[in-house]
Every structure is written in C-alpha cells, then in structure tokens.
Nanobody, 121 residues
Framework: QVQLVESGGGLVQSGGSLRLSCVAS????????IGWFRQAPGKGRENLGC????????YYQDAVKDRFTISRDRAAKTVYLQMDHLEPGDTATYYC??????????????WGRGTQVTVSS
C-alpha cells in the first residue's frame, strides 16, 4: 500500500509562510494526481486543491486559491503546498493523498498522519 508522508508543519505568526512537503516511495507521484486537505479541531476535512499527474495542472478551492500554491518536483518525488499570508484560521492538521483530479480533487487514497500547522495571531 502506497503511503504518502507529510512534513513541514510548525508554528508561524499570522502573515507568515510555510511550505509543506508530501513524499512517497516509488513513482506514485508521477502517476497519480495529489491533493492537499486539512482538518481543524472539531471540523471536517477540507479540500484545499490538487495537482494533476500529467501536465501538472492545478485546482484550488476558492478559500485558498490566492494564498496557496501546489507544485511538484518529480526528481525529488515530492509535491509541495506553499502557503503564504497565513491566518489563524489556517490552523489545522494538513494531509496529502491521491485523488481524482476531476471532479475537484476527490480523495481516493489512504490518509497519513498529517503535519500540524499552527498560526498565531
């Protein structure tokens, strides 16, 4: 079973930036669309966006599309989530998983442990 491992979370002040990484063994990141999600305490898992497997086209939810950027480094077998202008409302555990790019990054893979992002005001 393919596992994706998230990293890069931490504590950051409001207005700051973080870059999260999603790493997998093998070539799954070349073959599959990858999506980023987050879950805040007491809330459901929220879809943030995803990157296509072939042309690296991306899709973002409206809530983050002006602040978050998803990219892929095939040599490093890593998909990134660059988060800028962070706000306290972005505090959550962040996850990556394989998705169907359409419709709108539907998750199909398993969930890892995630990486915690905390934004202080």
């Amino acid at each position: 079973q393919v596992q994706l491992v998230e990293s890069g979370g931490g504590l950051v002040q409001s207005g700051g930036s973080l870059r999260l990484s999603c790493v997998a063994s093998g070539n799954i990141l070349d073959l599959a669309a990858i999506g980023w999600f987050r879950q805040a305490p007491g809330k459901g898992r929220e879809n943030l966006g995803c990157i296509q497997s072939s042309r690296d086209a991306t899709y973002y939810q409206d809530a983050v599309k002006d602040r978050f950027t998803i990219s892929r480094d095939r040599a490093a077998k890593t998909v990134y989530l660059q988060m800028d202008h962070l706000e306290p409302g972005d505090t959550a555990t962040y996850y990556c998983t394989t998705v169907h790019f359409k419709p709108r990054c539907t998750p199909i893979g398993s969930w890892g442990r995630g990486t915690q992002v905390t934004v202080s005001s």
